[in-house]
């Protein structure tokens, strides 16, 4: 454990590296920031390091070596003290404008001690369940791909499971680890669970640094003491920093640490609280049966893999009555599951693109404010957005305007679903910094109506940022979207499963009071009641109603007439109209009219859907001027200046703002909290049609990044909430909203220790970092053959082994080519299928390896070698149970024999 000790450290000290490679130009970007953007330096110096790296190898112009890496972090050094260096000879001055962090030790310190606490305490963590395994996850696939990015020379990687083929997949978190394995020399299976715990950590620290920012803007006292002039961000006060940077540990906890209510019940279940008719309403499988009694339970629960339920409290069903398999993962259920999956190597940057709509966002604020202060309080309706400022460029510098682009694209590659997520974040940013005044003693007046060409003018803004980022984000990434295949088929609507209000309190219960009071807060502030929530959230949720009745009655007619053929999903429509048999639902009887109960009981059961629709229009209405909160959409019409006329006109500006406005963070939070409801309602009423037929994926990754936003805005309110409990007599709010934190805390708290028994049934297994260790004893001549091919074995040569069978995955095979990343003709075809949309190349290799394990026709068994380029071919005990020996004998008179131990024999090509 020693020497895995000094590779940890080895690993530290490489991501120190990039963060402290992209430390000048994260100073410059980040200047309106109060902590300089240092939270997010190393995720920013990965992901500019690795688009480089990526980009330069792809073309040729590099190779995937450890020089190569250390080329680019010193070409990334020297681009950010390039800007620096022109910043300083712009400002005229001697010193560093943008190098503001000899007044930020206090935050640097924070931040590095997190970090080094947060990545210390989740290798103990991974050490204690350090396997990759099958089952349970697919780490197997990620191994594989972490391995096959190693042995590429040039990038797209070769698939390790598809000979011949690149990996068609969203690849770029997997070269970023590769890099820092690389540079820091670590064995792969060690890297994996650094990689994870590295995650955790920049996760924490990232979401400290956002809360920390956000609670230092917004009180207006509390930041970096050697704020430049230029920078805008606000005067510090010594004396608040302490609480600032405590309150910003609320961040990483509710975002990374905290779970669901899942682990709560878990315990009042194995306790033996409550009725069985309780637990059969709630319906979360693994709890949904009788308890025990209260005297016989245990207040930890029992059953093997219960943790794994808090990733599956959703439960939807068929109108037949079968279930449907739904993901409603959070980030602290994904650290404990230890896959280094897409949506958690994309987590860090979510989390910088936050960052980077927040940076955009104050820098627009302060701005504004800085004319104010020249113009007067009073400005003439063109001055705060002209119409030539509407039509203008993108509110960056050619550089800044790079690095947007190059994070929020980065998404695409990194996890797609969150580009076009974070894309609207910043957007909507950029359009929140001009709706309404930053300063409280600034007041909309006569002379700039906030009217209908005023909403136009600032929607063309929006798509002066969006569309420019859009296309800059695909372009810099191209290389990658061309060779790209994918599984979505389109958007489909959700007509059977509407979110039971009760699963989704179990799925967000931790957050949503703390969202829910924060919004309702602000709405009070700003002068929104009762009466104004109400009447809006019945006119939007008749709207969505209505415009859903309409999509779906012109699609029955367009499919009743013919227009839309009888294929795919239209079949069933057609079959359900004319009352015949659905297909493939022959056997079930009455299908017809199951169906049209089901339709029924979803229009029933609307309430998650009101709820948040409900809270997005609260959020809507806090930046929406009173008028139109009354309904009246027209502008008063409004007298000259003359005395009466004044008079007139004050009487409006003292109505219309009789309400304070949200502070400027304020706002940014609440943008957080109307997007996260704004994903979350989303799938109520469609889905991404992919593989599975289903809304589980889209589940999954709208409530993942849900979790984030709330979980941020949660923190901030939590933060704000304690500041004002003494005096404003909230402890009793702040209890309620505690309580459910609490809750969600016995998730982690029992979670990894029940994670980690699972090993041995005992928990006392060998700490070890190294994820393939267990194969010693479990696998031992396969182990000691993958660590041959991997000490003798250079380059990306074929190698044959068995696979999995049609369409499978989660399975022992495939075990060759994923802990070497040799490329092999078929690993997991499951996999294949949902990467690459369709079986076909799957589908004509599998009697291909078929013929070539089991015939003994010489020409036969030759060709197939020579067109799949197979090089090596491994016989071990999975092939050895699955093949006659007749069959695998004859390889001995093909090939040559280059290994032989125990029960494995692997041969080599002939020269």
């Known amino acids: 454990m020693t020497a895995q000790l000094l590779l940890a450290l080895r690993w530290y000290a490489v991501v120190q590296a990039f963060g402290l490679a992209a430390l000048p130009l994260c100073q410059r970007l980040f200047r309106h920031l109060p902590d300089r953007g240092y939270g997010v330096s190393k995720p920013l110096g990965l992901l500019l390091a690795g688009w480089a790296f990526w980009l330069l190898t792809t073309f040729g112009w590099m190779h995937n070596t450890a020089g190569d890496v250390v080329a680019i972090l010193g070409l990334l050094a020297a681009v950010g003290l390039l800007l620096a260096a022109r910043a300083r000879t712009t400002s005229g001055t001697s010193s560093n404008p943008v190098w503001g962090l000899r007044g930020c030790w206090r935050v640097v310190l924070a931040t590095e001690l997190l970090f080094a606490l947060t990545f210390a305490a989740w290798c103990l963590v991974r050490a204690h369940m350090p396997r990759i395994q099958t089952a349970g996850g697919e780490k197997w696939m990620e191994i594989a791909f972490l391995r096959a990015i190693l042995r590429s020379d040039r990038f797209p990687p070769h698939d390790p499971w598809l000979s011949g083929f690149a990996i068609s997949y969203y690849y770029f978190g997997y070269v970023i680890v590769a890099m820092i394995t690389r540079l820091a020399a670590v064995p792969a299976s060690i890297?994996?669970?650094l990689g994870v715990a590295t995650l955790f950590a920049l996760v924490c620290t990232g979401a400290f640094s956002l809360v920390y920012n956000l609670i230092a803007v917004g009180r207006a006292s509390i930041g970096c003491p050697s704020a430049p002039s230029h920078s805008h961000t606000p005067t510090p006060s010594h004396a608040h920093t302490l609480t600032a940077l405590l309150s910003g540990l609320l961040g990483p906890l509710l975002v990374a640490v905290v779970g669901n209510l899942e682990g709560f019940l878990e315990v009042l279940?194995?306790?033996?609280?409550?009725?069985?008719?309780?637990?059969?309403?709630?319906?979360?499988?693994?709890?949904d049966g009788p308890p025990p009694p209260f005297a016989q339970g245990s207040w930890?629960?029992?059953?093997?893999?219960?943790?794994?339920?808090?990733?599956?409290?959703?439960?939807?069903?068929?109108?037949?009555?079968?279930?449907?398999?739904?993901?409603d993962e959070f980030p602290a259920f994904s650290f404990i599951l230890g896959d280094m999956h897409p949506h958690v190597l994309a987590l860090p940057f979510a989390l910088l693109a936050l960052a980077l709509a927040l940076n955009l966002y104050l820098r627009l604020v302060n701005e504004q404010n800085e004319q104010r202060g020249e113009q007067g309080a009073i400005r003439s309706s063109r001055a705060p957005l002209s119409f030539l400022r509407a039509l203008g460029p993108v509110p960056f510098a050619g550089w800044e305007f790079m690095v947007y682009a190059l994070c929020l694209g980065g998404l695409g590659f990194l996890n797609t679903w969150d580009f076009p997520i974070y894309l609207f974040v910043v957007g909507a940013a950029y359009a929140l910094a001009h709706l309404y005044p930053t300063s409280h003693a600034t007041r909309t007046t006569p002379h700039a109506p906030r009217n209908t060409h005023h909403v136009t003018r600032i929607a063309l803004c929006v798509v002066r940022v969006a569309v420019p980022l859009l296309l800059a984000g695909v372009l810099l990434y191209l290389p990658f979207w061309l060779g790209f295949q994918s599984q979505a088929g389109g958007v489909l609507p959700n007509l059977f499963n509407a979110t039971r209000l009760p699963q989704f309190l179990v799925m967000?219960?931790?957050?949503?009071?703390?969202?829910?009071?924060?919004?309702?807060e602000q709405a009070r502030r700003s002068g929104v009641n009762a009466r104004h929530v109400a009447r809006w959230t019945l006119t939007a949720a008749l709207a969505v109603l209505g415009l859903s009745i309409l999509i779906v009655g012109l699609l029955v007619m367009l499919v009743w007439l013919g227009a839309i053929p009888s294929q795919g999903p239209a079949r069933y429509l057609v079959a359900w109209l004319r009352g015949g048999p659905i297909p493939g639902l022959e056997s079930v009887p009455d299908a017809p009219a199951l169906v049209s109960r089901g339709l029924l009981s979803r229009l029933l059961n609307p309430w998650t859907a009101l709820g948040l629709i409900a809270l997005l229009t609260t959020v809507v209405l806090v930046f929406l001027p009173p008028r139109v909160r009354e309904g009246r959409l027209r502008p008063p019409r409004l007298h000259p200046p003359t005395s009466k006329g004044s008079e007139a006109a004050q009487s409006y500006a003292k109505g219309s703002e009789a309400a304070q406005s949200p502070i400027p963070t304020s706002r940014f939070v609440l943008l957080l909290v109307g997007t996260g409801a704004l994903l979350t309602l989303s799938v109520e009423y469609v889905y991404l049609r992919d593989h599975f037929g289903t809304r589980m994926n889209t589940v999954f990754k709208f409530y993942f990044q849900a979790w984030v936003m709330w979980a941020v805005?949660?923190?901030?309110?939590l933060a704000d909430c304690l500041r004002r409990a003494a005096t404003r007599g909230r402890l009793v709010a702040l209890g309620l909203l505690a309580l459910p934190i609490l809750?969600?805390?016995?998730?982690?708290a029992l979670a990894i220790p029940a994670r980690a028994r699972e090993y041995d049934g005992s928990g006392h297994t060998p700490l070890t970092l190294d994820g393939t260790a267990y194969l010693a004893q479990v696998y031992p001549d396969d182990y000691d053959a993958i660590a041959w091919l991997n000490q003798n074995v250079d380059g990306a040569p074929v190698i044959l082994e068995a696979p999995g069978d049609r369409f499978q995955a989660y399975v022992y095979e495939g075990r060759v080519s994923a802990h070497t990343g040799l490329p092999t003709l078929l690993g997991w075809a499951g996999h294949e299928h949902q990467w690459r949309g369709d079986y076909d190349e799957q589908a004509r290799r599998e009697p291909d390896i078929e013929t070539l394990y089991t015939s003994v026709d010489r020409d036969e068994v030759l060709t197939l070698l020579q067109e799949y380029d197979i090089q090596y071919v491994y016989v071990g005990p999975i092939e050895r149970a699955r093949y006659s020996p007749t069959?695998?004998?004859?390889?001995?008179?093909?090939?040559?024999v280059v290994y032989e131990v125990g029960a494995v024999k692997i041969y080599r090509e002939r020269e």
Do not use: C, M
């Open 191 to 193: 890297a994996f669970n």
């Open 269 to 287: 279940h194995a306790r033996g609280v409550g009725g069985a008719g309780f637990w059969a309403w709630l319906d979360v499988r693994g709890i």
């Open 300 to 327: 930890a629960p029992t059953r093997f893999f219960w943790w794994w339920q808090a990733s599956r409290v959703l439960q939807d069903y068929t109108p037949w009555g079968d279930e449907q398999h739904v993901i």
């Open 508 to 520: 967000f219960g931790p957050l949503v009071p703390l969202v829910v009071f924060f919004a309702v």
């Open 713 to 717: 805005a949660g923190a901030y309110a």
């Open 743 to 748: 809750a969600g805390l016995v998730y982690p």
């Open 887 to 896: 069959g695998l004998a004859k390889f001995a008179g093909l090939l040559d």
